[in-house]
C-alpha cells in the first residue's frame, strides 16, 4: 500500500471508531490536512445524523461545508466527544509534532475540549523520538525575530516559514535540529517565550488513541 491508501486505511478506521456516537446532539472535532481530508470526505455521508462539527482550520471549514455539515462555534460548543486529527510525528506516548500545514494553533484548542483524540496516521509518521519533523511555532509577527534569538539559546536552528500566515494573521518558525529528550517540558519551555502563540509540541495534551496504518493493517493502541 502507499501512503495515501494507508491514509485512506486510517480514515476509514475511525469512522468506524466514531460512528457509534453520531447522535443527534453531538458535534465532533476535526484536525487539518490531508489524513483529516479523508476522514472529512467519509463523514460527508453521515450529514443530518449528527450536529455538526467544530474545525480546526478555514480549510477544513470549507470542506466541511461543502459536504452538508454543519460548522459551529468553538465557544458554543461545549466539551467535545471526539477530536479527530493527523500527525507530522507521533511517539509511543502518543505525543505529536504538529502543524506542518500551519494549523496547530486551532488543533491545540480544539483538541483541548474533547475528551477523546483520535490521531490518525500512517506509519511514516510514527517515530522513537520526536523532532525529525521541524518543530512548528506560531508566533506573533512582531516578535518573530526575538523568539528565533531565543530558540537559538534552546540549540534550535529556527527557519522562518516565508509567505505563510496563520488563520490567525500570525507567522510561522520551523524548529529545525531539535531531538526533544523531553515534550512536555520543551512544550512548556516554549511557550514560556514572549510572543510564542503556540508551538507544534502536543505533550501535555497527547492523543488518547492512535490508529496507524501500516501494510499489513491498522493498529489501534489506546491509552485512555
Ligand atoms: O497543521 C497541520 C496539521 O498539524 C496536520 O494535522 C499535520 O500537518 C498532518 O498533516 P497530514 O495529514 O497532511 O500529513
Not at 459551529?72 to 486529527?85: A, K, M, Q, R, V
Request: charged share 25%; with cysteine; proline share 3%.
Amino acid at each position: 500500500m502507499n501512503q495515501d491508501e494507508l491514509k485512506a486505511a486510517v480514515a476509514d478506521a475511525a469512522i468506524k471508531e466514531i460512528e457509534p456516537w453520531l447522535e443527534k446532539d453531538t458535534v465532533l472535532g476535526i484536525g487539518t490536512g490531508s489524513t483529516a481530508n479523508l476522514f472529512i470526505d467519509r463523514l460527508g455521508k453521515f450529514a443530518g445524523r449528527f450536529k455538526g462539527a467544530v474545525a480546526s482550520s478555514d480549510a477544513s471549514t470549507k470542506r466541511l461545508k461543502g459536504l452538508g455539515i454543519d460548522v459551529l462555534e468553538l465557544n458554543s460548543s461545549g466539551t467535545l466527544p471526539f477530536y479527530i486529527d493527523g500527525a507530522d510525528e507521533v511517539n509511543a506516548h502518543l505525543q505529536m509534532i504538529k502543524g506542518g500545514g500551519a494549523a496547530l494553533t486551532r488543533e491545540k484548542i480544539v483538541a483541548a475540549c474533547a475528551e477523546r483524540f483520535i490521531c490518525i496516521a500512517d506509519d511514516s509518521k510514527y517515530v522513537a523520538q520526536l523532532g525529525h519533523f521541524p518543530l512548528p511555532i506560531e508566533v506573533i509577527p512582531m516578535a518573530r525575530s526575538y523568539v528565533a534569538r531565543e530558540l537559538v539559546k534552546l540549540g534550535a536552528e529556527p527557519v522562518y516559514r516565508e509567505g505563510v500566515v496563520t488563520d490567525n494573521g500570525n507567522q510561522i518558525i520551523d524548529c529545525y535540529d531539535v531531538m526533544i529528550d523531553d515534550p512536555k517540558a520543551m512544550e512548556a519551555t516554549l511557550n514560556g517565550i514572549v510572543g510564542v502563540v503556540t508551538n507544534g509540541l502536543f505533550a501535555a495534551r497527547g492523543a488518547d488513541v492512535l490508529l496507524l496504518g501500516k501494510e499489513d493493517g491498522v493498529e489501534r493502541t489506546a491509552l485512555r
